[in-house]
């Protein structure tokens, strides 16, 4: 089976930089994805990772490291439209997608 | 352009009704998936399709039924058994194995059900 771990909720300062992390169990693992959700709407992808090592994206960057289960989101230069939940993803080889239980990120002035 | 189009975006039903929310990509993409969400959680796997003619059931099937009789469609119809179905409801497309895949899941704006 699948499981994905998050923190429920984080807070940051306007600015700021923070770190949200991820662990997952999973067999045949095939990619680790980051998507963020604002309230009532559709979540938008944010990143990819398939090997291990850090993959960087403007303001975003996310790292991943396969023999720990482990992933982490950092987001920089925090802006107040960051707040929103931000959900974890892990995909198997039979192109399953499952979802953690999303972070969610109150970014304060 | 291309997308996902669900519809309705918002439902109300009775109970013991059985409700079909609809799904349609002009993405030509393979595979889709239907995920429920539920206030302040995370998104749960009801189905999800890899190919036109088969389904698999994710982690919360149960009450819940699709078909996939078109590469561009896959309804999912609420049925009386499923005892908690209010719920936001996304469904997603994927191309699995494109050239430069992304990993990308391309969402609908999602429907919301409300069983009064």
């Known amino acids: 089976g699948q499981n994905i771990d998050q923190p429920t909720e984080m807070t940051a300062t306007e600015g700021a930089i923070v770190q949200i992390n991820c662990t997952y169990q999973?067999?045949?693992?095939?990619?680790l994805f980051w998507y963020q959700q604002h309230a009532g709407e559709a979540p938008t992808f944010l990143s990819y990772n398939v090997l291990d090592g850090l993959e960087e994206k403007g303001r975003f960057s996310s790292f991943l490291s396969r023999s720990k289960g482990y992933s982490y989101l950092l987001l920089k230069e925090l802006q107040m439209k960051d707040s929103a939940s931000y959900l974890c993803?892990?995909?198997?080889?039979?192109?399953?997608?499952?979802f953690g239980t999303g972070t969610r990120l109150k970014v304060l002035a | 352009d291309g997308g996902i189009t669900q519809s309705p975006k918002y439902l109300f039903r009775k109970e013991g009704q059985n409700v079909t929310l609809s799904c349609e990509q002009n993405?030509?993409?393979?595979?889709m998936y239907w995920y429920r969400q539920d206030p302040g959680q995370g998104l749960r796997l009801i189905y999800y399709?890899?190919?036109?003619?088969?389904?698999q059931k994710g982690d919360i099937a149960e009450g819940y039924s699709v078909s996939r009789e078109k590469k561009e469609s896959f309804p999912l119809t609420v049925t009386s058994a499923q005892k908690n179905p209010t719920a936001f409801y996304l469904c997603a497309s994927i191309y699995p194995g494109a050239g430069g895949d992304t990993g990308e899941l391309f969402f609908g704006e999602g429907s919301r059900l409300t069983v009064l």
């Open positions: 993803a892990v995909r198997d080889r039979t192109y399953k997608y499952i």
């Open positions: 993405l030509n993409h393979d595979a």
């Open positions: 399709s890899q190919i036109v003619n088969d389904f």
């Open positions: 999973t067999s045949g693992f095939n990619g």
